[in-house]
């Protein structure tokens, strides 16, 4: 079966790091781009970046560039999403997603459960 | 950036109805556009790619049409599973940008 496992919830307080995982099983991890996408509390979706874990070539939406920073290891399948510095407003639950075809270019066709992420003083 | 809109922001309908969806581009997209179902606490499902075509495994009463920059979601006769939120979601862009519509909730009337 193909699937996407991310880590557990995380409750860190402002100036906090943290770091987040998406690990990959099912298919060749190292061939198909990989994106990650915020949704705030009872907002819709935002697209945050996306990596090719063969490589490692990255791309970050606007919006995110300078805030996060998206890795992959390809050896354990797994990608990840960091943040050197929590802000109360970085409170949101984080997907990653994988492109459907072997092309940053198309649908996401799986998704992981998500990860909540609360940054609460 | 492509801006995605999607009308209506929420709707109220009965099982059995036909609902409609729209979703207008900010510029022209060709058919690169997806439709998701996303369900209270659960990760977005995919249910159409490249405007009109049904992923794998999703039932026939939703289809999808549009090319360029209107596009529309229709649930043929709605099913009690059927309420959730949608979202449509452009990558036409290259270097990769996506962009997902601010979603349309359906409610039961």
């Known amino acids: 079966e193909v699937q996407l496992v991310q880590s557990g919830a995380e409750v860190k307080k402002p100036g906090e790091s943290l770091k987040i995982s998406c690990k990959g099983s099912?298919?060749?991890?190292?061939?198909?781009?990989i994106g990650w996408v915020r949704q705030m509390p009872g907002k819709g979706l935002e697209w945050m970046g996306i990596?090719?874990?063969?490589?490692?070539?990255?791309r970050y939406s606007p919006s995110f560039q300078g805030q996060v920073t998206i890795s992959a290891d390809k050896s354990i399948s797994t990608a990840y999403l960091q943040w050197s510095s929590l802000k109360a407003s970085d409170t949101a639950m984080y997907y990653c997603?994988?492109?459907?075809?072997?092309?940053?270019?198309?649908?996401?066709?799986?998704w992981g459960q998500g990860t909540m992420v609360t940054v609460s003083s | 950036a492509i801006r995605m809109t999607q009308s209506p922001s929420s709707l109220s309908a009965s099982t059995g109805d036909r609902v409609t969806i729209t979703c207008r581009a900010s510029?022209?997209?060709?058919?690169?556009l997806a439709w998701y179902q996303q369900k209270p606490g659960k990760a977005p499902k995919l249910l159409i790619y490249?405007?009109?075509t049904l992923q794998s495994g999703v039932p026939s009463r939703f289809s999808g049409s549009g090319s360029g920059t209107d596009f529309t979601l229709t649930i043929s006769c709605l099913q009690s599973e059927d309420f959730a939120t949608y979202y449509c979601?452009?990558?036409?862009?290259?270097?990769?940008?996506?962009?997902f519509g601010g979603g349309t909730k359906v409610e039961i009337k």
């Open positions: 997603a994988r492109f459907r075809q072997q092309l940053p270019r198309d649908a996401f066709d799986i």
């Open positions: 099912g298919y060749s991890f190292t061939s198909y781009w």
């Open positions: 990596i090719y874990p063969g490589d490692s070539d990255t």
């Open positions: 510029q022209g997209i060709s058919s690169y």
């Open positions: 490249a405007a009109s």
């Open positions: 979601q452009q990558y036409y862009s290259y270097p990769p940008e996506v962009t």
